[in-house]
């Protein structure tokens, strides 16, 4: 990559503008100082461009207005100006985060946050080095426009729903009562301050309080982007997750009414009771508002995507279209954004999901997680940029205080509001909990953008304003958001649990809904799980109805659990090449025989009662049966993935399930059939049985030679080793097949008469099991 | 009903100490009793299957069946002693255990259950509070899954086999239709295959499981935290009044 953008950058640099080549240079260094030692390399060479840029201004100059007969070659920078430097900025984002990742020690101890705005601080002062105007980067348009709305659709499509409604009262709570009293304790002390001061007949005295309670609102809101940065990397525990994360995406509504609010009265200089009215009904409307557009958009992409199966390749863009819009239309109407983005990804998730194909799920997934990211990273280094920039006033009691404040009210905040809340929760927040909320109150650039947008001419003390908002930011980010992590340990606070969940756990999450519900209405009232269970009804009966086109998509939650995790297995499965391990699932030997009822006590007694194979060979021959089938397994299981390079891996879906549990059964019985008919067969059994088991392996295989071990193997009298050898072998063969196969779509015919001679010479009575199979693969 | 308003004060406050309900819980779920028995003493299984909300749940006959568990009544009898709760609760999780396997023979259902067992069985879904102590959570959330564990347990056999396994799961899916039958069998053989494997991971091919113990069952639903999660909000303040239960959790 650095060797890519040198050739690049010299060309530029022979006639181009200044800001240009220096920018790609600045890439350059940083990139290099990033990846060899991270920050303190990246000062030494950049005296070099900025001797270069200065030449280069004079030399574009002359050469505009000179003329040529016929120019060849054209430089024509303005033309493509702007995308040109957006994509350098995303490119130096994405470059810095791939920097970070190259340094793990580094991104253990500091958050990536951190380390971003470090870049940016670095890259502006580069710039103003450079003796260039700064661009404005972070301005609110670009912000709320551009870079916001991708990491709020993240976050609101992939938002953990239960836990979510769960705790929503909780949420709520903080996020509205607590960021008013926020705003209003941190903008009233801060007034009085501003006023008491005797020693300090500054500018200060000018403040009123309508300007200080603005910006209390702007600065007492908890930052969604912080939050994310800072929480994904200490993977606390789903609950206060959930609490601290919701709160941030909540308050949006109250930060929006409040902020316009004091805006459009801190000109008049007066709010009178009706105006409180008014702003308490403009934030139910700005809330429920966005929620409500938000669910519209959903819907209609929900229904849009009923109707999707024909071209699949432009379902991921309905769900970014639709959301996006759902943003701007509650953007229109000053209504929040965010909480409209927010209801729209969740709204339209559960729909949208079961009507798509799984590559564009899995497209929608990336698509979020890259925008997200990418936004998330240029939103901190353009935080650092603008640092740099911004017109700076410093004042130590007006920055002290607020930083003060911040941190006051929030702990006051939370633990008054967790007394409250406590009273009414089921499962009370701890000690340590409260800390965590409290202490995670991250800030961040959503304060600054908003910051940013206030009108120099209304309020005079903007400046100041912006220097305490970034060093509010600058103070949560580092310093709390640094500290968090350790003291999460040294609290032993509760962590999130990797695992998966298991198919136990999902039945038993079923299982207990319906049990609470249950109980709930012997009880006779109805709370909480009554409710739930409702609406789940409803949505089953009507909703799903409209909005889902498949019929399997309307399977039972489950259901759908079960088949997805299927899924999951089998590519696994593919993915890991076909090879001999069992899936990661279930990395034991326990199969299906070890929990099959009463076939052991039936089987048994007549084994042994029959003279037969010694021990050892029984075993071997069972071990060979076994990979055997293990073998079948897997070439249907490869078999789907063929569907998958060809289109319909949905539509192939449903017969691989099918199919699996035929091999299930098929292998059910084989092992019965083992166990009995091994020890029926005349006295020789040892022998025939193993003729035919050798046979076996060309059943498997159409193409005989392809591994010829095989049958010397089986022929031959074993040893445990020549069973691992031949597995090897079998591994290598099946790999090769594996390579071949990609090539081709399908090749069902095949598949189909391998399985065949598989039934035929294991001597399975069951032709119309034969026939079953068969049907999955007619057109 | 004036003769009896002194007494039934009395056996709450006693009942009130055995089961950690509040006094006012008591008297709302003493109300609820009344209301569904039809001012009996005893309820019986119709008096809970005619309850309207109950019949679109799907496992509506092992919620009704776990109420009339004999298990419930013997812990009943047991629970008589009268004591403070939380420690003797802890132990009798344990005693009740014994108690169940030693009378193996009698677990089945009765048909009638009184007042205390009905409050027994709720007894399980209190929710656990700020001041316990990890031990008593810990046996919190042993007993709430000893309750969860017998109500898959039928035979009370001590442990769950593949059968009642596939029949819990049959249960879970009978309101869904056809699609559910079939998928429920297989659903219900990929769990098992997983607490298998998860809990003997070596195993030949001739062993066999033949069901989930207790413990196992801890162990697979260790994940789920049931001791903060199995409950439901009882009301302290009269239910006839305050019939909305939109509630902030």
């Given at each position: 990559m650095t060797s890519g953008t040198g050739p690049r950058g010299r060309p530029g640099a022979g006639r181009g503008l200044p800001e240009r080549g220096l920018l790609l240079l600045l890439v350059l260094v940083l990139l290099e100082g990033s990846v060899v030692f991270p920050l303190g390399a990246a000062s030494s060479?950049?005296?070099?461009?900025?001797?270069?840029?200065?030449?280069?201004?004079?030399?574009?100059?002359?050469?505009?207005?000179?003329?040529?007969?016929?120019?060849?070659?054209?430089?024509?920078?303005?033309?493509?100006?702007?995308?040109f430097e957006i994509a350098l900025w995303v490119l130096l984002a994405s470059l810095m985060k791939?920097?970070?990742?190259?340094?793990?020690?580094?991104?253990?101890?500091?958050?990536?946050?951190?380390?971003?705005?470090?870049?940016?601080?670095?890259?502006?002062?580069?710039?103003?080095?450079?003796?260039?105007k700064v661009p404005p980067v972070l301005d609110s348009q670009s912000f709320f426009l551009c870079l916001l709305p991708p990491i709020?659709?993240?976050?609101?499509?992939?938002?953990?729903?239960?836990?979510?409604?769960?705790?929503l009262g909780t949420i709520l709570m903080f996020a509205v009562v607590g960021t008013l009293w926020n705003a209003f304790f941190v903008g009233g002390l801060l007034y009085a301050v501003c006023q008491i001061q005797p020693g300090n007949p500054s500018d200060l005295h000018n403040l009123e309080l309508l300007p200080c309670l603005l910006f209390a609102s702007i600065i007492s809101a908890v930052d969604p982007v912080a939050v994310l940065a800072v929480f994904e990397e200490i993977h606390i525990n789903e609950l206060l997750h959930i609490l601290v994360f919701g709160e941030s995406l909540l308050n949006d509504a109250v930060t929006v009414v409040l902020y316009h609010l004091f805006e459009e009265y801190s000109g008049a200089g007066t709010v009178t009771i009706l105006d409180g009215v008014l702003g308490v009904i403009s934030f139910l409307v700005v809330a429920l508002g966005g929620v409500l557009v938000g669910a519209i958009y959903g819907f209609l992409a929900a229904f849009t995507s009923r109707f999707t199966s024909h071209v699949r390749v432009i379902e991921p863009l309905f769900v970014f279209v639709y959301s996006y819009?759902?943003?701007?239309?509650?953007?229109?109407?000053?209504?929040?954004?965010?909480?409209?983005?927010?209801?729209?990804?969740?709204?339209?998730?559960?729909?949208?999901?079961?009507?798509?194909?799984?590559?564009?799920?899995?497209?929608?997934?990336?698509?979020?997680?890259?925008?997200?990211?990418?936004?998330?990273?240029?939103?901190?280094?353009?935080?650092?940029?603008?640092?740099?920039?911004?017109?700076?006033?410093w004042n130590w009691t007006f920055v002290t205080v607020t930083v003060l404040l911040c941190l006051v009210s929030r702990v006051i905040g939370v633990i008054g509001l967790t007394f409250v809340i406590n009273k009414f929760r089921i499962v009370k927040l701890t000690t340590k909990d409260q800390f965590i909320v409290a202490y995670g109150g991250l800030r961040g650039a959503i304060a600054f953008?908003?910051?940013?947008?206030?009108?120099?001419?209304?309020?005079?003390?903007?400046?100041?304003?912006?220097?305490a908002i970034i060093t509010v930011i600058f103070f949560t980010v580092f310093v709390q958001g640094m500290t968090i992590k350790p003291l999460v340990e040294l609290l032993a606070v509760k962590k999130k649990q990797e695992a998966k969940r298991t198919i136990n756990e999902e039945i038993h999450t079923q299982f207990l809904d319906h049990l609470l519900t249950g109980i709930e209405d012997i009880c006779g009232h109805y709370g909480h799980h009554h409710w739930k269970d409702k609406l789940n009804r409803i949505n089953k009966k009507y909703v799903k109805k409209c909005l889902i086109a498949d019929e399997r998509g309307r399977e039972p939650q489950l259901i759908a659990f079960y088949h997805k995790m299927e899924m999951k297995q089998a590519i696994e499965l593919v993915e890991s090449g076909g090879g001999f391990k069992p899936p990661s699932a279930l990395p034991s030997t326990v199969s299906m025989q070890n929990i099959q009822p009463k076939k052991p006590a039936a089987a048994k007694p007549v084994q042994r009662a029959l003279p037969q194979l010694p021990k050892g060979r029984e075993e071997e021959i069972r071990t060979i049966l076994r990979s055997n089938l293990q073998r079948t397994?897997?070439?249907?299981?490869?078999?789907?993935?063929?569907?998958?390079?060809?289109?319909?891996?949905?539509?192939?879906?449903?017969?691989?399930?099918i199919k699996k549990q035929k091999i299930i059964e098929l292998e059910k019985k084989i092992i019965h059939m083992n166990n009995l008919t091994l020890p029926a067969a005349p006295p020789d059994s040892p022998t025939l049985c193993r003729a035919r088991l050798a046979s076996d392996p060309q059943a498997y295989r159409p193409k005989r030679d392809s591994v010829p071990t095989i049958q010397v193997d089986l022929a031959s009298p074993q040893s445990p080793d020549s069973v691992n050898l031949m597995d090897e072998f079998r591994a290598n063969g099946s790999r090769r097949e594996e390579e071949e196969d990609q090539g081709l779509t399908m090749r069902p015919r095949g598949e189909d008469g391998r399985r065949e001679q598989l039934t035929r010479c294991l001597s399975d009575p069951g032709p119309s099991a034969d026939e079953d199979e068969d049907e999955p693969f007619l057109p | 009903m004036g003769a009896s308003q002194t007494r039934p004060e009395h056996r709450h406050q006693d009942l009130a100490d055995r089961t950690g309900f509040s006094l006012e819980q008591i008297k709302n779920l003493h109300k609820r009793f009344q209301q569904l028995s039809g001012d009996e003493d005893t309820i019986s299984k119709e008096n809970l299957e005619s309850i309207p909300t109950l019949a679109n749940n799907p496992i509506?006959?092992?919620?009704?069946?776990?109420?009339?568990?004999?298990?419930?009544?013997?812990?009943?009898?047991?629970?008589?002693?009268g004591a403070p709760h939380f420690p003797y609760r802890h132990q009798r999780g344990f005693i009740l255990f014994g108690l169940r396997n030693q009378h193996r023979g009698e677990a089945g259902s009765c048909d009638q259950i009184?007042?205390?067992?009905?409050?027994?069985?709720?007894?399980?879904?209190?929710?656990?509070?700020?001041?316990?102590?990890?031990?008593?959570?810990?046996?919190?959330?042993?007993?709430?899954?000893?309750?969860?564990?017998?109500?898959?347990?039928?035979?009370?056999?001590?442990?769950?086999?593949?059968?009642?396994?596939?029949?819990?799961?049959?249960?879970?899916?009978?309101?869904?239709?056809?699609?559910?039958?079939?998928?429920?069998?297989?659903?219900?053989?990929?769990?098992?295959?997983?607490?298998?494997?998860?809990?003997?991971?070596?195993?030949?091919?001739?062993?066999?499981?033949?069901?989930?113990?207790?413990?196992?069952?801890e162990q697979i639903l260790k994940g789920l935290e049931m001791e903060s999660r199995m409950h439901i909000r009882f009301l302290d303040v009269d239910t006839t009044t305050m019939r909305c239960g939109k509630s902030t959790s």
């Amino acid at each position: 990559m650095t060797s890519g953008t040198g050739p690049r950058g010299r060309p530029g640099a022979g006639r181009g503008l200044p800001e240009r080549g220096l920018l790609l240079l600045l890439v350059l260094v940083l990139l290099e100082g990033s990846v060899v030692f991270p920050l303190g390399a990246a000062s030494s060479p950049d005296v070099d461009p900025r001797g270069h840029s200065e030449d280069r201004a004079v030399a574009e100059e002359s050469q505009n207005y000179s003329k040529k007969a016929f120019p060849v070659l054209s430089l024509d920078y303005h033309h493509i100006h702007v995308p040109f430097e957006i994509a350098l900025w995303v490119l130096l984002a994405s470059l810095m985060k791939l920097g970070f990742h190259l340094i793990p020690r580094l991104s253990s101890i500091v958050p990536e946050s951190c380390l971003l705005i470090v870049v940016g601080l670095l890259v502006g002062g580069f710039i103003k080095l450079a003796g260039e105007k700064v661009p404005p980067v972070l301005d609110s348009q670009s912000f709320f426009l551009c870079l916001l709305p991708p990491i709020i659709l993240d976050a609101g499509y992939f938002l953990p729903i239960r836990p979510f409604m769960e705790n929503l009262g909780t949420i709520l709570m903080f996020a509205v009562v607590g960021t008013l009293w926020n705003a209003f304790f941190v903008g009233g002390l801060l007034y009085a301050v501003c006023q008491i001061q005797p020693g300090n007949p500054s500018d200060l005295h000018n403040l009123e309080l309508l300007p200080c309670l603005l910006f209390a609102s702007i600065i007492s809101a908890v930052d969604p982007v912080a939050v994310l940065a800072v929480f994904e990397e200490i993977h606390i525990n789903e609950l206060l997750h959930i609490l601290v994360f919701g709160e941030s995406l909540l308050n949006d509504a109250v930060t929006v009414v409040l902020y316009h609010l004091f805006e459009e009265y801190s000109g008049a200089g007066t709010v009178t009771i009706l105006d409180g009215v008014l702003g308490v009904i403009s934030f139910l409307v700005v809330a429920l508002g966005g929620v409500l557009v938000g669910a519209i958009y959903g819907f209609l992409a929900a229904f849009t995507s009923r109707f999707t199966s024909h071209v699949r390749v432009i379902e991921p863009l309905f769900v970014f279209v639709y959301s996006y819009m759902a943003y701007l239309s509650a953007e229109m109407f000053h209504l929040s954004g965010i909480m409209a983005l927010i209801a729209c990804g969740a709204v339209m998730r559960p729909y949208v999901e079961a009507n798509i194909s799984h590559k564009s799920h899995t497209t929608i997934k990336y698509f979020l997680k890259m925008w997200s990211s990418v936004s998330e990273t240029l939103i901190f280094i353009f935080l650092g940029v603008a640092t740099v920039d911004g017109p700076h006033s410093w004042n130590w009691t007006f920055v002290t205080v607020t930083v003060l404040l911040c941190l006051v009210s929030r702990v006051i905040g939370v633990i008054g509001l967790t007394f409250v809340i406590n009273k009414f929760r089921i499962v009370k927040l701890t000690t340590k909990d409260q800390f965590i909320v409290a202490y995670g109150g991250l800030r961040g650039a959503i304060a600054f953008s908003l910051g940013f947008l206030l009108e120099e001419k209304h309020f005079p003390m903007r400046d100041m304003f912006l220097t305490a908002i970034i060093t509010v930011i600058f103070f949560t980010v580092f310093v709390q958001g640094m500290t968090i992590k350790p003291l999460v340990e040294l609290l032993a606070v509760k962590k999130k649990q990797e695992a998966k969940r298991t198919i136990n756990e999902e039945i038993h999450t079923q299982f207990l809904d319906h049990l609470l519900t249950g109980i709930e209405d012997i009880c006779g009232h109805y709370g909480h799980h009554h409710w739930k269970d409702k609406l789940n009804r409803i949505n089953k009966k009507y909703v799903k109805k409209c909005l889902i086109a498949d019929e399997r998509g309307r399977e039972p939650q489950l259901i759908a659990f079960y088949h997805k995790m299927e899924m999951k297995q089998a590519i696994e499965l593919v993915e890991s090449g076909g090879g001999f391990k069992p899936p990661s699932a279930l990395p034991s030997t326990v199969s299906m025989q070890n929990i099959q009822p009463k076939k052991p006590a039936a089987a048994k007694p007549v084994q042994r009662a029959l003279p037969q194979l010694p021990k050892g060979r029984e075993e071997e021959i069972r071990t060979i049966l076994r990979s055997n089938l293990q073998r079948t397994r897997q070439r249907l299981r490869s078999y789907n993935r063929h569907t998958l390079v060809a289109d319909p891996y949905e539509e192939g879906f449903s017969d691989f399930i099918i199919k699996k549990q035929k091999i299930i059964e098929l292998e059910k019985k084989i092992i019965h059939m083992n166990n009995l008919t091994l020890p029926a067969a005349p006295p020789d059994s040892p022998t025939l049985c193993r003729a035919r088991l050798a046979s076996d392996p060309q059943a498997y295989r159409p193409k005989r030679d392809s591994v010829p071990t095989i049958q010397v193997d089986l022929a031959s009298p074993q040893s445990p080793d020549s069973v691992n050898l031949m597995d090897e072998f079998r591994a290598n063969g099946s790999r090769r097949e594996e390579e071949e196969d990609q090539g081709l779509t399908m090749r069902p015919r095949g598949e189909d008469g391998r399985r065949e001679q598989l039934t035929r010479c294991l001597s399975d009575p069951g032709p119309s099991a034969d026939e079953d199979e068969d049907e999955p693969f007619l057109p | 009903m004036g003769a009896s308003q002194t007494r039934p004060e009395h056996r709450h406050q006693d009942l009130a100490d055995r089961t950690g309900f509040s006094l006012e819980q008591i008297k709302n779920l003493h109300k609820r009793f009344q209301q569904l028995s039809g001012d009996e003493d005893t309820i019986s299984k119709e008096n809970l299957e005619s309850i309207p909300t109950l019949a679109n749940n799907p496992i509506r006959k092992q919620i009704i069946g776990a109420f009339f568990d004999k298990s419930a009544f013997a812990e009943c009898l047991l629970a008589a002693g009268g004591a403070p709760h939380f420690p003797y609760r802890h132990q009798r999780g344990f005693i009740l255990f014994g108690l169940r396997n030693q009378h193996r023979g009698e677990a089945g259902s009765c048909d009638q259950i009184g007042f205390e067992q009905f409050l027994m069985v709720m007894s399980h879904f209190r929710p656990p509070t700020l001041k316990m102590t990890a031990e008593e959570k810990e046996a919190m959330r042993r007993e709430k899954l000893r309750f969860l564990f017998n109500m898959h347990d039928t035979d009370n056999d001590g442990t769950i086999t593949l059968v009642e396994y596939r029949k819990v799961v049959e249960e879970l899916l009978s309101k869904s239709g056809s699609i559910g039958q079939e998928a429920a069998e297989a659903i219900a053989d990929a769990a098992m295959l997983e607490v298998a494997s998860t809990n003997v991971p070596t195993m030949g091919p001739d062993d066999f499981y033949e069901g989930i113990t207790f413990e196992h069952f801890e162990q697979i639903l260790k994940g789920l935290e049931m001791e903060s999660r199995m409950h439901i909000r009882f009301l302290d303040v009269d239910t006839t009044t305050m019939r909305c239960g939109k509630s902030t959790s």
